[in-house]
């Protein structure tokens, strides 16, 4: 690597996606701040994606390949790209989305104003159909605010979950040099990495920097989204992430009936995602089965901490709620199996609708 330390480090995890893996190295290249080097990590790609990053590292300065000689996972994947960087900030990007090009110089600009832990921005959701045509797009964005207690940043973060923007770690840039000094990495699991990492990163932090800034579009495809396909422990994952976030505010000492309405209605989204999962044929679940399933998930602990504490903004949450608050098992179940039927039979519709809950 250069003597000269780059600002940014951005590591990108690569996996057979060499369909949308020039548009992705292209958008940071085409970056109007350029103190940053990109740290392409190729995880045993089966397609031509090796080749393709060997091609950019030849053409750019500040981008370096490295090739797992087995396929790793995307835990371990930002964590070889980690142990390499250099930068002050570092950034992991997903290798099939894209970012505007004037994202760097503004994460930077607000970096000047407060050299803060973590830079949070907002994102574009781009939902593609089966033949990989954009259907509909969907702004997540959070005013922006600038923090520089642990008090401020502490109140802030239950906001961001309910927003969606606390759970990813390709909308942060991290402070390098904090990340090396508590010793955090990614762990390998499935769908609730990103969360588990923030939550650990975020603990004790001073400082943060949100920005108004829709500027990484996330592309959602029906064809490979690992959320659509079936994931047997996918329940327990996200009961795990509500007990993260529960657990994270009680040692902060502010795990509110207003946080726990939050938590509520998360992990009210999750049981009947759970539940419509559960109508799929691979969950090989019978009428019985998935009434003993609910039954169980209304005796844990966690769901009697939160669940009372539901309120719900929209209508379909506020009848899930009341399902759930009265413990309608045969409802919830009937619920399940309506929104398993609309998400398959219209799946665009299922993410316009799912957006508006």
């Not at 970056?31 to 053409?59: G, H, M, N």
Request: aromatic share 12%; hydrophobic share 35%.
């Amino acid at each position: 690597m250069e003597n000269s330390k780059p600002f940014f480090s951005i590591v990108m995890p690569i996996y057979n996606v060499e369909k949308h893996l020039h548009q992705a190295i292209n958008s940071l290249l085409h970056q109007t701040f350029r103190e940053y080097e990109i740290i392409l990590v190729d995880d045993c790609s089966p397609d031509k994606c090796p080749e393709i990053c060997d091609d950019y590292a030849e053409k750019y300065q500040n981008v370096y390949v490295i090739h797992h000689k087995e396929n790793q996972g995307l835990s371990y994947t930002r964590n070889t790209g980690m142990k390499v960087a250099t930068g002050k900030y570092i950034w992991f990007m997903d290798s099939d989305d894209y970012v505007d090009s004037s994202l760097l110089e503004k994460v930077h600009f607000s970096l000047k104003k407060n050299e803060a832990e973590i830079v949070v921005i907002g994102l574009v959701e781009e939902y593609y159909d089966n033949n990989d045509k954009l259907h509909h797009n969907q702004i997540v964005c959070h005013e922006e605010k600038f923090f520089y207690t642990k008090e401020e940043v502490r109140n802030e973060i239950m906001v961001l979950e309910k927003e969606t923007l606390y759970g990813y770690a390709w909308n942060k840039f991290y402070s390098l040099e904090y990340l090396k000094k508590i010793g955090i990495k990614f762990e390998k699991v499935t769908l609730i990495e990103d969360i588990l990492f923030n939550v650990q990163y975020c603990m004790d932090i001073q400082s943060m920097n949100i920005l108004d800034l829709p500027a990484y579009h996330y592309n959602k495809r029906m064809d490979n989204s690992l959320t659509a396909k079936f994931v047997p422990d996918y329940y327990e994952l996200h009961q795990k992430r509500i007990e993260l976030l529960y657990e994270q505010h009680k040692y902060w000492g502010i795990c509110t009936e207003e946080k726990k309405a939050v938590l509520a209605t998360l992990y009210a989204r999750y049981i009947f995602s759970a539940l419509q999962r559960n109508c799929d044929r691979r969950a090989n679940m019978k009428s019985r089965d998935r009434l003993e399933w609910i039954s169980n998930v209304m005796q844990k602990e966690i769901y009697k901490e939160v669940i009372p504490y539901g309120k719900g903004e929209s209508k379909v949450m506020k009848i899930m709620m009341s399902m759930l608050k009265t413990e309608r098992k045969t409802a919830c179940i009937l619920l399940g199996r309506i929104i398993y039927i609309v998400k398959n039979k219209l799946p665009m519709f299922f993410s316009k609708v799912k957006q508006k809950r």
